[in-house]
């Protein structure tokens, strides 16, 4: 949804269809072997940014989740993660919140999820949780970003 | 002597492309072709030369576009679903008489199918692929060297027809490793000056690169003759296929690619034991080597396709041999690969 489906989830928000998307946010593609994606970090090494993603070349980090709560039509959008228990708890309490929307039919729900992937960034999963933390949390602050289901 | 090394059939196609100086390539990732901007992304930067992975295959498509029609060699990689979104764009190029290289390491399909290799793109490579008259080179290697080889041939043809060639492999081609001697490019002398890119017309009348005909009507008429033209002249100037054992074949076996491979093995086994059975490989999948079927349909009893899929070339087997002898099909789709044995059992089974 941030590279070859921006435009669709553009016009999907836009329209204020009544979806639940949820957003896993590992800075990679990690189903096709860890390429870069558009959310990787500045400085990242992945298998297509071997000396560690560059704005010349690759762009920044793309806040996906920001650009979309400008729309009038997103309902509800959150930035949550996975890299401990409290933020897990988080993390299924937005995604219950995203889905009660859909059923009262209140237009679309995002939730973006920090996550690990600790095979492609070629860390152990404790210092991929550290990594989310310290770093990812820095570009993608976790938090409400538009709410106007209440 | 050149090097000799170990690649995966990826690994040397974007090396060939590195060689044949290739100045820009877009990518975007998707299985099995990943070695390919994985390998350019590092090649190409320490080269000083462009990589982008575009985000969408539209964008690379679109950006090779670009590249190309500001006179830069160009090229692109994707697999089957990833090749379906570049059609606009491969259609676009070969309007505007561009050339460019297009490499697909084919997976199994319809649709997202699988990331096993197949052969099920045949007809989208051969007939054009997206909307309108036209055609691709279409290139078709059977083992790494090759795909090194005619991946240097391809910007070389890409070059002197102003037209988009494809290297059509597969997932299994792109993911094994042979042995490649690492071949020097050397720039043929008949490629011509690219005196229709646009590179700033400061001083000189601008160039035109344009696939928008509309008025009058008899301008795109005029344009289509005139590519249909060309695509004569490629038919006539070019074509290659590989022969095995075909002087006194009573059977001859069609097949390409990794196909090929696994029907050679057969043919050489089937030699043992006395059956007169040749192989044909069509190494040019268009322009298809139509007269030497054809030729060959005056000796043979019979022929015999061997696909990874449900039959495509069969139907273009099936034109050249013209109702002369009969033609049977073997194969199946969704990254199905014969052996050998399955292919000589078929062979018996044929029954000379």
Known sequence: MAAIGTAEIVHAVNRGENLTFIFVNNAVYGMTGGQMAPTTMLGQKTTTTPYGRETKEAGYPLRVSEMLATLDGACYIERCAVNNAANVIKTKKAIKKAFQNQIDKKGFSIVEVLSQCPTNWGVTPIKSNEYIEKEMMKIFPLGVLKDKGN | ?352
């Open chain 2, 1 to 352: 002597m050149a090097d000799k090394v170990l690649m995966k059939g990826n690994q040397a196609i974007a090396e060939a492309a590195v060689q044949a100086n290739c100045e820009f390539y877009a990518g975007y990732p998707i299985t099995p072709q990943n070695e390919i901007p994985e390998y350019m992304s590092k090649r190409m930067y320490d080269l000083g030369r462009v990589f982008i992975q575009s985000e969408s295959e539209l964008a690379a498509i679109n950006m090779v576009f670009g590249a190309s029609a500001a006179g830069a060699r160009a090229m692109t990689s994707s697999s089957s679903p990833g090749i379906s979104l570049k059609q606009e764009g491969i259609s676009y190029i070969a309007a505007a008489e561009l050339p460019c290289v297009i490499v697909n390491m084919v997976r199994g399909g319809p649709g997202l199918g699988n990331i096993s290799g197949a052969q099920s793109d045949y007809f989208q490579s051969t007939r054009g692929g997206g909307h309108g008259d036209y055609r691709l080179i279409v290139l078709a290697p059977s083992s790494v060297q090759e795909a090194y080889d005619l991946t240097m041939n391809a910007f070389d043809l890409a070059d002197i027809y102003r037209n988009p060639v494809m290297i059509l492999g597969d997932g299994y081609l792109g993911q094994m490793i042979e042995p490649l001697e690492l071949k020097e490019y050397k720039k043929p002398a008949n490629l011509p000056a690219k005196d229709w890119a646009l590179t700033g017309c400061k001083g000189r009348k601008p160039h035109v690169v344009k696939t928008l005909y509309l008025i009058p009507p008899e301008l795109l008429i005029k344009h289509n003759i005139h590519l249909q033209e060309k695509y004569g002249r490629i038919k006539k100037e070019f074509c290659l296929y590989e022969e095995a054992e075909t002087k006194d074949a009573e059977l001859i076996i069609v097949a390409y690619g990794i196909a090929a491979r696994v029907c050679k093995g057969a043919v050489l086994k089937a030699r043992k034991e006395g059956i007169k059975v040749g192989l044909l490989r069509p190494i040019t999948l268009w322009p298809f080597p139509e007269k030497i079927i054809s030729d060959l349909a005056d000796k043979a009893k019979r022929f015999l396709v061997v696909e990874m899929s449900m039959g495509q070339m069969v139907d273009d087997v099936r034109l050249a041999v013209n109702g002369k002898k009969p033609v049977e099909f073997f194969g199946n789709a969704g990254g199905w690969m014969p052996s050998s044995d399955m292919i000589l059992d078929k062979i018996k089974e044929l029954k000379l």
